[in-house]
């Protein structure tokens, strides 16, 4: 058997790169005579914005701190030790950079093996021990510190999670095993599966505590000098903490059943982690720790030597690095500033965009429409929401008093868009339009300013192909509800000059948007490739394949959401719009549903009507429908849609819609809620076989989203 530091010495060869984390350790006395004490901080030597993680040499630092330590209890040198970090953070759990260098299942395995041998050295100590969640916390942060006999959090901790299912693994230092059996099965399954499923769900400080997890809970300033004056008292019997009696009976297996009905309903069985996670919490039910840690162990590395993580973790990355440096953007130096945002149009998507220009920008927002009714709807609407904001304590009364006195609306352009610099439209998706518009304010607006369009799919070019200075048109495309969802698709027109693509983008970053950077091509990346998905499904229904049947086929991808679920959602009208546009320029490939015609025209919000509160079809819309006799299986439509979607997205890559294949993830991520385990779509089409049976090749190299060949 080699031993924990010749593993973690074997592991840290592997990553080279591994920014290591220290763990120093000091002694005092504590307060009210409770005695010596020995206090391990975890610091990586960087601030706030370089995280504290756990790599091989870090696992191995602490190790030795705990030798230092353990050596000390063992000889009364010390009554407890204890375990913080940097300033605003605790430690943010394994240094996933080095999972993705791993190639082999042994590897892997002593990387969950490493962490563990550490960590459980923690409860084995001679003295207690005890964790002091200074700052920000997850994954195997969190769980260091569930291996110590007592815990304090910080009221001001902004971010606390195991976060490691929506990446595409467990917690697998102790996390599955310990959190059950110190806080009951059903928090902890809200914790691992539910919290993590949807979308990476942080907890604060206080709710650390009110779920048990935490024995104590205090302010942030003075947060290590009240948790070590509460240590004092735990030791010398002042305080004693009480913990629940776990259920260990059927409301176990009832919390695990709750767990897995989440996990279908988020992943319909497409990603095996949270299944994992639930085997394993399932198993915890007999506080056998050993045997829990060692499935631990068998899980983290038979999923990091699967698809899954890679994709999560590549996902990760694009929205964390690539999401922040959008390729081909120009040199945010030329950016000019804006003081000034102008929107023309006041429904409700202009309002939705006043609203964010305004919270983020805190600059003057003018709206203009037709009629002074729809200008005072949209105004009113902009102060409703600054109220709701107050209400929840967001902002206090000084700010939504100074933000409502920002917000104004105007019917005459000339006077609302004089000294703006960035104006906006979001009017009727109709180029006639929209050429009008952008011709008035060109009138009126400043030459330096930017016309920016919020359309989905008509051509920037076009749009500004009959103004004076169509060098200052650029497509800035939001998603619904422009408040969730972080895409913003900036599309470069055939005359758009440098300082204005430029403005766009520094604009974008303020707005805390993830921009990507497209080529003026019909409906730009995320409805185009939706279209032709949508479309595949339209067509096999049109043909004679069940609804039920074709919504069902595409389950495995895991989606937020199903395919008529999203027209419903759309709306199938803007739905059928896009389809035409598309098939206006791609004939051979977008196709017009006649059915989806008919439902539009039948004036109704989509297929399925909800009485017994789950979707069913609308009784209305199937007797609407005119079908074939082809039908099809799952398979046959699955194999179907994702052939489309791989030949539509090769073309869009040949095209240059885009920079690269990271960009479409990218965008169907941010601007699509496509799943994280999948890595988008070209991780999946790549793993299936089907991008090399359409394509002739795969999208991304072997180890980009893949384990390294």
Same mark, same amino acid.
């Given at each position: 058997?080699?031993?924990?530091?010749?593993?973690?010495?074997?592991?840290?060869?592997?990553?080279?790169?591994?920014?290591?984390?220290?763990?120093?350790?000091?002694?005092?006395?504590?307060?009210?005579?409770?005695?010596?004490?020995?206090?391990?901080?975890?610091?990586?030597?960087?601030?706030?914005?370089?995280?504290?993680?756990?790599?091989?040499?870090?696992?191995?630092?602490?190790?030795?701190?705990?030798?230092?330590?353990?050596?000390?209890?063992?000889?009364?040198?010390?009554?407890?030790?204890?375990?913080?970090?940097?300033?605003?953070?605790?430690?943010?759990?394994?240094?996933?950079?080095?999972?993705?260098?791993?190639?082999?299942?042994?590897?892997?395995?002593?990387?969950? %093996?490493?962490?563990?041998?550490?960590?459980?050295?923690?409860?084995?100590?001679?003295?207690?021990?005890?964790?002091?969640?200074?700052?920000?916390?997850?994954?195997?942060?969190?769980?260091?510190?569930?291996?110590?006999?007592?815990?304090?959090?910080?009221?001001?901790?902004?971010?606390?999670?195991?976060?490691?299912?929506?990446?595409?693994?467990?917690?697998?230092?102790?996390?599955?095993?310990?959190?059950?059996?110190?806080?009951?099965?059903?928090?902890?399954?809200?914790?691992?599966?539910?919290?993590?499923?949807?979308?990476?769900?942080?907890?604060?400080?206080?709710?650390?505590?009110?779920?048990?997890? !935490?024995?104590?809970?205090?302010?942030?300033?003075?947060?290590?000098?009240?948790?070590?004056?509460?240590?004092?008292?735990?030791?010398?019997?002042?305080?004693?903490?009480?913990?629940?009696?776990?259920?260990?009976?059927?409301?176990?297996?009832?919390?695990?059943?709750?767990?897995?009905?989440?996990?279908?309903?988020?992943?319909?069985?497409?990603?095996?982690?949270?299944?994992?996670?639930?085997?394993?919490?399932?198993?915890? %039910?007999?506080?056998?720790?050993?045997?829990?840690?060692?499935?631990?162990?068998?899980?983290?590395?038979?999923?990091?030597?699967?698809?899954?993580?890679?994709?999560?973790?590549?996902?990760?990355?694009?929205?964390?690095?690539?999401?922040?440096?959008?390729?081909?953007?120009?040199?945010?130096?030329?950016?000019?500033?804006?003081?000034?945002?102008?929107?023309?149009?006041?429904?409700?998507?202009?309002?939705?965009?006043?609203?964010?220009?305004?919270?983020?920008?805190?600059?003057?927002?003018?709206?203009?429409?037709?009629?002074?009714?729809?200008?005072?709807?949209?105004?009113?609407?902009?102060?409703?929401?600054?109220?709701?904001?107050?209400?929840?304590?967001?902002?206090?009364?000084?700010?939504?008093?100074?933000?409502?006195?920002?917000?104004?609306?105007?019917?005459?352009?000339?006077?609302?868009?004089?000294?703006?610099?960035?104006?906006?439209?979001?009017?009727?998706?109709?180029?006639?339009?929209?050429?009008?518009?952008?011709?008035?304010?060109?009138?009126?607006?400043?030459?330096?300013?930017?016309? !920016?369009?919020?359309?989905?799919?008509?051509?920037?070019?076009?749009?500004?192909?009959?103004?004076?200075?169509?060098?200052?048109?650029?497509?800035?495309?939001?998603?619904?509800?422009?408040?969730?969802?972080?895409?913003?698709?900036?599309?470069?027109?055939?005359?758009?000059?440098?300082?204005?693509?430029?403005?766009?983008?520094?604009?974008?970053?303020?707005?805390?948007?993830?921009?990507?950077?497209?080529?003026?091509?019909?409906?730009?990346?995320?409805?185009?490739?939706?279209?032709?998905?949508?479309?595949?499904?339209?067509?096999?229904?049109?043909?004679?394949?069940?609804?039920?049947?074709?919504?069902?086929?595409?389950?495995?991808?895991?989606?937020?959401?199903?395919?008529?679920?999203?027209?419903?959602?759309?709306?199938?009208?803007?739905?059928?719009?896009?389809?035409?546009?598309?098939?206006?320029?791609?004939?051979?490939?977008?196709?017009?549903?006649?059915?989806?015609?008919?439902?539009?025209?039948?004036?109704?919000?989509?297929?399925?009507?909800?009485?017994?509160?789950?979707?069913?079809?609308?009784?209305?819309?199937?007797?609407?429908?005119?079908?074939?006799?082809?039908?099809?299986?799952?398979?046959?439509?699955?194999?179907?849609?994702?052939?489309?979607?791989a030949q539509e997205i090769a073309l869009m890559l040949d095209?240059?819609?885009?920079?690269?294949?990271?960009?479409?993830?990218?965008?169907?991520?941010t601007g699509a809620g496509w799943p994280f385990h999948l890595?988008?779509?070209?991780?999946?089409?790549?793993?299936?076989?089907?991008?090399?049976?359409?394509?002739?090749?795969?999208?991304?190299?072997?180890?980009?989203?893949?384990?390294? !060949?």
């Open positions: 058997m080699s031993t924990t530091a010749e593993l973690l010495k074997g592991a840290a060869e592997l990553f080279p790169d591994e920014v290591v984390t220290q763990a120093h350790v000091r002694h005092f006395d504590l307060p009210l005579g409770a005695g010596r004490f020995a206090l391990i901080t975890l610091d990586n030597g960087h601030d706030h914005t370089k995280p504290t993680t756990f790599g091989p040499q870090s696992l191995a630092n602490l190790n030795a701190a705990i030798d230092q330590v353990e050596k000390e209890a063992a000889e009364g040198g010390i009554v407890g030790v204890g375990i913080t970090g940097k300033p605003f953070i605790f430690a943010v759990g394994a240094d996933l950079k080095g999972v993705e260098l791993l190639k082999e299942h042994k590897d892997a395995l002593a990387i969950g %093996k490493g962490g563990h041998d550490v960590f459980k050295r923690l409860s084995g100590l001679a003295v207690p021990t005890f964790a002091y969640y200074n700052g920000a916390a997850m994954g195997g942060g969190v769980e260091v510190g569930l291996h110590c006999t007592y815990r304090t959090v910080s009221a001001a901790l902004p971010a606390f999670s195991l976060p490691e299912v929506f990446l595409g693994l467990v917690p697998g230092w102790g996390g599955c095993t310990l959190l059950p059996n110190l806080i009951g099965p059903e928090k902890a399954v809200s914790v691992i599966i539910e919290n993590s499923l949807n979308q990476n769900k942080q907890l604060k400080g206080k709710q650390v505590y009110e779920l048990g997890i !935490a024995d104590a809970l205090f302010e942030g300033a003075d947060f290590l000098e009240q948790s070590l004056i509460w240590t004092a008292s735990v030791l010398k019997g002042e305080i004693v903490v009480d913990r629940p009696v776990i259920d260990r009976g059927e409301a176990w297996d009832q919390a695990v059943a709750k767990g897995r009905f989440i996990a279908d309903s988020k992943v319909h069985g497409a990603a095996p982690a949270a299944y994992r996670a639930l085997d394993i919490i399932a198993a915890a %039910k007999n506080g056998d720790l050993q045997q829990g840690y060692d499935a631990e162990d068998k899980a983290l590395a038979d999923l990091i030597m699967g698809g899954e993580l890679r994709s999560g973790i590549y996902a990760f990355n694009l929205v964390q690095k690539r999401g922040k440096r959008p390729a081909g953007a120009p040199d945010k130096s030329l950016a000019r500033p804006v003081t000034k945002v102008g929107v023309v149009g006041a429904g409700l998507m202009a309002s939705q965009l006043a609203l964010l220009f305004l919270r983020r920008l805190e600059v003057p927002v003018v709206l203009t429409d037709i009629d002074q009714e729809r200008i005072d709807k949209g105004v009113g609407y902009v102060h409703a929401e600054i109220d709701k904001l107050l209400g929840k304590g967001r902002i206090n009364q000084d700010k939504a008093n100074r933000l409502k006195a920002l917000v104004t609306g105007v019917l005459d352009k000339a006077e609302g868009f004089a000294d703006a610099d960035f104006v906006i439209e979001a009017v009727f998706e109709e180029m006639g339009v929209k050429q009008q518009v952008f011709a008035e304010v060109e009138a009126v607006a400043p030459a330096h300013a930017i016309l !920016a369009t919020n359309t989905s799919s008509l051509s920037v070019s076009e749009m500004a192909s009959k103004l004076k200075n169509p060098e200052r048109v650029v497509g800035f495309h939001f998603f619904n509800p422009v408040a969730v969802l972080p895409l913003l698709e900036i599309v470069r027109g055939e005359k758009t000059d440098d300082a204005s693509l430029a403005t766009a983008f520094a604009v974008a970053k303020k707005l805390k948007k993830t921009a990507v950077l497209v080529k003026d091509a019909p409906a730009f990346v995320v409805n185009r490739i939706l279209t032709r998905f949508m479309g595949e499904i339209q067509n096999v229904i049109d043909e004679g394949t069940p609804v039920e049947v074709a919504e069902k086929a595409v389950e495995p991808l895991g989606l937020p959401m199903s395919p008529l679920v999203l027209l419903e959602l759309v709306g199938p009208a803007i739905g059928l719009h896009v389809s035409e546009t598309l098939n206006g320029a791609f004939p051979d490939r977008f196709t017009v549903s006649p059915n989806l015609k008919a439902v539009v025209e039948a004036g109704k919000r989509g297929f399925y009507v909800y009485d017994s509160g789950k979707p069913e079809l609308d009784p209305e819309v199937a007797a609407l429908l005119k079908q074939g006799d082809v039908v099809l299986t799952e398979e046959q439509v699955r194999a179907r849609v994702l052939d489309a979607v095209e240059g819609v885009v920079a690269e294949a990271q960009d479409i993830d990218l965008c169907l991520i890595g988008g779509i070209t991780p999946y089409l790549d793993r299936e076989g089907v991008s090399e049976r359409v394509n002739g090749k795969r999208f991304l190299e072997p180890g980009v989203a893949s384990v390294p !060949a």
